[in-house]
């Protein structure tokens, strides 16, 4: 017999990866009782930049310098999209909402514009997205004609400014690249620990020194995203006063600081408000007594049973294993709610990796109503408090359309802004 | 409340103050702690065999389970230990046999009844801050405090179930309710070094340098500690010189709640811990 | 260019050919479309047979097998893990051809023990519990890629030059003779001529098409062979199906995987293969009779290749000889021009003894062929392409000036570099696929998609590559895996791709480029 | 040995000594039985033994056979023996942790040796006091009688109260008695008490029966004598060779034992080899030890300290101990927590932990380093050898189980949390992602034989963080009981090879 323990609360979120952690931010803003579970680590894996809509329509790959045109178009020619079922303001709301979260743990983010910004990449790639750290916002300055320097560190994988100098030097004919030696080892980094080097002054100092002589053949900075991690801006200012350079991050592939930076935020912010978390646990056998779910948060040593009036299922899609692909098909895996996916596991995939349209599995999840209650194949709510947000949600192919932030953080918003509306507030307005 | 006391291994000899400022403070919080024959938790026993290092946390289970009592530990790492056990002990069949035969040799048994606290959870949840907060009658003085959370009692979670194993926040909690602020640096769930001290002691130093820098840009004045290894990391000799250079002093938890208590005429030692802090 | 031989084809074959010619002093080019094992070599199971699959469908096959399967592990013992077999029939398979088996065996002497399933299954945990008897034969697992780069690193080190990348455009033919052979390099997109006194055809499924270049009509049939991959070496040694050779009845473990296949399926044209949905859910629901652990493991990849074979006018493909066929083109009234095609990599260094025979003949060389007796020599490119070789490599503890760049099977930075050095040793162009043919880069879990970007900014870093080329680049490889993957993406395969995805699309938007 | 540092600490040594206050806390029983026999032997010797030197000359009217020196000795003696009885029993009757037999023969023999001084000092005033003929020669000496009647009354008086056997039938009247108690009074009175206060002698004495005569004919208290002087002397000579040899060495011990945590971080220890024979193998230490349920399990002895010190001082002295011994005791050693237990309740007082701390250094220098030195040292000589057929492995359990680690998606966060990797630097070699990828590759062995693996802080924030739930730290730790097995493994082969070399 595993220790047991019971939990009451307003509302259960299911999944720490990023629409769970808005939705629990959310629900403890609005001062509802929150337990979460999950596992946090997700995060690793979230670049930091907030998409909105980076490009649509896919066929013709069209990357999008306006995001509202394109989702008007797509609101018009995918009514089953999440987009659709919703309006452009709640979306503004929502990251509104997520922008003043995180600036009260210290995390500033630029706050969206009219116009989706390019984010440079360590491929030496430009990424559309919406809302992004203020330590990577200046390298949307960047011009094609801009003096820029490319800084690599020796030891650090994956990230080489020669390759983005390389890879853009037909546009960006003026970069210069400098692979910095880092003091104090010259070997293998890792991305975690090394951003926590930079959060020591003496280091800084050492790193300027290296970077002075370039100050004033350049006006602009890239270095990979590493440059801190609880106090990433204040690093970087300081920084940027040393060498006197504007200095931007260049996010690189996972484990990704910018989302580690997430991670923290989230998680310090949530205990701040009291969200019970319920680490690497599993929900099983969930159950609705008509008033309330009973859902049993298992681990290895203790079974937590929950009793909670709403759930939002925020387990993500086969990444986080809120979906579980077996050979023939697909199934959500903690309420076992229907699932929207391709006939057969022929269509799954595009023999091309790129294909334009992007595989049929990745628009494959739970179809919801408009406040994102999942729906029987009839289009029946299947819970009254039940809400799916975030990657899980299906006809979101959200990684060619660049539009996972979005959807997670508008559905989260509107999810748990409807439960509350629903369920504690009466008739007060919500929508702040 | 009668609990039984696992002092741990080290505590005796290395780390007298603990125990007595432990002691004196159960004993303001009206808590009986019944000293049973214990033996070592079986945490160090993990390197060499897995089956001892179980067996010697189950029988002490079935030692306190003999006089019906639960467990509370000031130690984290035996603390952590004790929960590890107990769910391999209930999970693994072959070895709950193993464990049970080898039990009844010495007339012990045990039926996973026995419950293990360490000395923060108790506080936490069975008397509760507000409980707490009422018996203190000595404000103390604004200091920073930096915490050191303690590896095991903090992970595995899904084992040890102590507390947000990301962004725990027990042990602030307490301390902010005696007057002392806790302020936030980057390695307060991060290992001290003391597992690996004897081993490699090189590394384990390096760890503990980089602790304290953190502390030192958080502006702290002490570190706290709740666990006996911690503390004996941060009290290690070669250390307390770096600690003097910077200006931070490790502290036990127990002395800061002691002294935030009032002052025990009875225990001398535990007395002098407290003055110390103010 | 001027040389004796000009090899077409980097297959085992080609490869053989090459070492042997080199061997009986020949000089040799040796040219490929892509790189080493593009095709059927790097298509199979990697299984050396002992010859017993084939004593009841091909006695002769089978012998030369066996013969053979002794030679290579003597000589190439490096390249070869001898794990023994099995033939392992299960309950419902043809009671007449398990009896008859011991019996063929013997008759065209190829040793073969039986076993009892009890023992047999303690010997080979995973084997299913409808075993009804057991055979154990001295099948063996080979590298192939290994093989071919080692035989290609002894020619070259002989004076044999290889051009990877690099495809014949015409033959010139004057007097009943190929004079000269214009070539295309396919990077550089440049042509040049390559003057040779023989010419052989080694280029496998390819061989009709160039054959048809020198005007000659080679019948050839096309069928396809998939194979997957486990995350996981599942049984120590090979285990056959004892039945009829059929599809998706040999399971071979190949280091630290273990691969299972076939089927055989007709196609049109050798390029452009992959593995089908329907293809890895036939062999799965194969091999489960036999091991039932094979439907619910892991899947790493599936992995497509093309039999050559030479058609003789029968139906099913299966009963087309696995024998080589050996064409000299005299009597199509070309004179200096060998194809080589079919056969089994088994038999691979027999089908180069045998044309490199043809071909001393025709140059007046006496000189006997020396692949039987001389071992082939171990070199440090060739090693990286077995799976954790560190282990086997003085093993530095200290990684950190020497990163791992590919995680998952362990190859660290400097054996990317000593693979690079080979490669343009060779004269080819260091990038992506063709270091990952010679190492195990992107071969283990996830598929390339964090190597992948740790080895190209690593090229970058050294200057090995200098351009835009590297997103291409990037791009070609990953694709490569992907076709490997597609078909087997479910559980657990399926995040990791996912992630993938997540990497190189989500973040780096490389399907916008 | 480290150098060696003396510094007395003599009060509690004395304490320790004159009355066995540590083992008065240890064991209340046993302190009784000790302490009669300490204490009665003690008086023995410097009141019976040594007399000529202390009682003589302490006491002006000093007689062996006047009370209260009669008495006493008769006292002392009965308590040693009682004492003797106790130390017999116990170690007859009473199992003790893990007591070897041999060494339990050598205690017997020690016991025994002094019940038989004891008796035999019994047997000597038994024999003494029935003896007639001695009776006649001190007649003769200390008196001036000349009357066959005196001499008849003096015998009858003492055949009545001291029990001296006559050959000859003694015809007793009352005037005889009478006549014999004055005569006592004037010449035997000074030097002879009432035989009552030898209660012991007396007891014997009148219990003899017919033996008596014979024994006073073959002059027994003449032959008994040396016999007593002779096993007084064999006990004199065993004293450093056996058992004995504590009643020295705990002094020793307990004055130079001066432990405390202080000392003992600072890496001060020092521990004289010669406190080793302090011990008297009396095992309380191993019943107080913190990982006695160790020894339950692995069974190996060297665990409990009782038999560790033996062994060290075999190791330490002599050299004679087989490569399996020094692993067992490396192992044993190994296990100890450093709790000081042991030392805290040691009745001799030796500095246990202390040795147990210098102990490592010792068998170091052996060829039994620790086991995380061993595969540090080990990495630099012996990984570069290939291994020849190379097989690979397909075991299940938690690091040989293919479900633990297989869902490993590569992202490294194991690695990018570990305070290892990023402290550790050309100290560390693999990262714990790359332990379950040399699993995955089937290097089971390999992955066990890593640096990372012994560096590990079991900090748990590998496993804590994996998105993928691996048990990474639990993986490690498994790994490292097999590093512990195989480390044992090779040592003792390295050692056998050398000493075949030899």
Known sequence: MKNKKHITCDITVIGAGFAGMVAAARASALGLKTVQVGNSSQLYFASGLFDFLGVYPLHSRTVLQDPLTGLSLLQKEMPEHPYSKTSLEAILKSFDFLARFLQSTGLNYIKPDKENRSVLTSAGTFKPTCMIPETISKGCLLKNDTNLLLVDFKGLKGFCAGQIADVLKKNYPNILTLSVGVPGGNGNLNPAYFATMFEDSSFLKEIATQISPFSDKVELMGMPAVCGINKSLDALTRLEKMTGLDIFEIPMMPPSIPGLRLKNAFEKKLAENNVHFLSQAKIKSPQFNGSEFILNAVNQNMETQIKSRGVILATGRFQGSGLHAQRGCIKETVFDLPVYQPDKRSLWHHLDFFEKQGHMINTAGVETDNVFRPVDTDGTVVYENLYAIGSILARNDWIRLKSGSGVSALSAFTAVNDFYKKNAAGDIDVSD | MKLAYFPGCKIDFYLKDYDTSFKSLMEKLEVDLVQLPFNCCGYPARSTSFEVSVFSSIRNFALARKYNLDIITPCKCCFGQLKYASYQWRENKGLKQKMDCLLADENLFWDGKTKVKHLLSFLYNDIGVLEIKKKINHKLPEKKIVTQYGCHALRPFTITGFDNPHAPRIFEELINITGFKTVEWSKSTECCGNPIYETNKNLSLKILDSKLKAALESGADHICTACTHCQIQYNDLSFQKQCRKYNITPVLFTHILDAALGESRKNNQAKKGCRNLI | METDVLIIGGGATGTGIARDLTLRGLNVILIEKSDLNAGASGGNHGLLHSGARYVCSDPEAAIECAAESKILKKNAGHCIEETGGLFVAVRGDKENYIADFPDMCKKFGIPSKKIDPKEARQMEPSLSDETIAVYKVNDASINPFKLSIENMNDAVSMGACYLSHTRIETFKIENKAIVYARVRNQISGKTHKIKAKTYVNAAGAWAGSIAAMAGIHISMIFSKGSLLVTSKRIANRVINRLRKPTDGDILVPGGVVSILGTTSVRINSPDNIYPTVKEVDYIISEGEKMIPELKTCRYIRAYAGVRPLVSMGKGNDRDVSRGFTLLDHEKDQVHNFITITGGKLSTYRLMAEKTSDIVCKKHRVSLECRTKTIPLPSTHSGEWSEPGVLVNDPFKPNTLEDPFLCECEMVPASAIDTVVDSIKNNGGKPDLSSIALRTRVGKGPCQGAFCSMRILSHLYDNGEIMDQSGINDLKYFLNERWKGEQSLLWGQALAQSSLKEMIHCGLFGLELV | ?502
């Not at chain 4, 000790?34 to 006491?59: K, Y």
């Not at chain 4, 000093?62 to 006292?75: M, V």
């Not at chain 4, 009885?85 to 007591?99: D, E, Q, V």
């Open chain 4, 1 to 502: 040995m480290p150098k060696l540092k003396l510094s007395l600490n003599l009060k509690p040594a004395l304490f320790n000594t004159i009355f066995q206050s540590k083992l008065f806390c240890a064991s209340k029983t046993r302190w009784v039985i000790h302490f009669l026999v300490f204490a009665g032997f003690t008086f023995l010797v410097f009141f019976h033994a040594l007399d000529e030197l202390t009682s003589f000359n302490l006491f002006q009217y000093y007689q062996p056979t006047l009370d209260p020196f009669q008495f006493l000795r008769n006292l002392a003696g009965f308590l040693v023996l009682t004492g003797c009885i106790g130390f017999l029993f116990r170690r007859l009757f009473k199992t003790r942790i893990n007591r070897e037999n041999k060494t339990k023969y050598k205690e017997i023999f020690s016991i025994i040796l002094i019940l038989l001084v004891i008796i035999s000092g019994f047997m000597l005033e038994t024999v003494k006091i029935i003896s007639e003929p001695a009776f006649l020669e001190m007649v003769e000496d200390y008196s001036d009688l000349d009357e066959d009647t005196d001499l008849n009354a003096l015998m009858t008086y003492w055949e009545k109260n001291y029990h001296v056997v006559f050959k000859e039938m003694l015809i007793i009247t009352e005037d005889t008695l009478e006549k014999g108690r004055l005569l006592n009074d004037a010449y035997c009175l000074d030097c002879h008490s009432k035989i009552k206060s030898a209660f012991v002698s007396k007891t014997f004495a009148m219990h003899l029966g017919e033996i008596a005569n014979s024994l006073n004919h073959y002059r027994a208290d003449n032959w008994l004598y040396p016999i007593h002087y002779l096993l007084s002397f064999l006990m004199l000579i065993c004293l450093p060779f056996s058992r004995f040899f504590h009643i020295l060495m705990i002094p020793f011990a307990s004055a130079t034992h001066k432990m405390t945590s202080r000392h003992f971080q600072k890496e001060t220890v020092s521990v004289h080899p010669a406190t080793f024979a302090a011990c008297t193998n009396c095992g309380i230490c191993s019943e107080v030890c913190s990982v006695y349920p160790n020894f339950l399990i692995t069974k190996n002895k060297q665990i409990l300290p009782h038999s560790k010190i033996e062994s060290a001082g075999k190791m330490i002295f002599s050299g004679h101990l087989n490569p399996e011994a020094l692993n067992q005791l490396q192992l044993g050693n190994d296990e100890c927590t450093m709790c000081n237990n042991c030392t805290d309740i040691c009745p001799s007082g030796i500095d246990l932990q202390g040795l147990w701390k210098t102990l490592p250094q010792t068998l170091q220098k052996m060829g039994y380093p620790d086991n995380y030195t061993f595969v540090k040292d080990k990495a630099l000589q012996e990984r570069g050898k290939k291994q020849a057929g190379r097989t690979y492995e397909l075991t299940r359990n938690l690091a040989g189980r293919v479900y633990s680690f297989e869902n490993c998606v590569q992202c490294t966060i194991c690695t990018n949390v570990c305070p290892v990797v990023a402290y550790a630097g050309n100290d560390n070699d693999m990262t714990p992602q790359q332990i379950m990828n040399l699993l995955r590759l089937g290097e089971k062995q390999m992955a066990a034989e890593t640096r990372m693996v012994w560096n590990c802080l079991t900090c748990y924030l590998c496993q804590e963080h994996c998105p993928s739930e691996i048990k990474v730290a639990d993986i490690i730790l498994e790994l490292r009981n097999i590093s512990n097995q195989t480390a044992g493994r090779l040592k003792i082969m390295t050692a056998t090879n050398k000493a075949n070399k030899l």
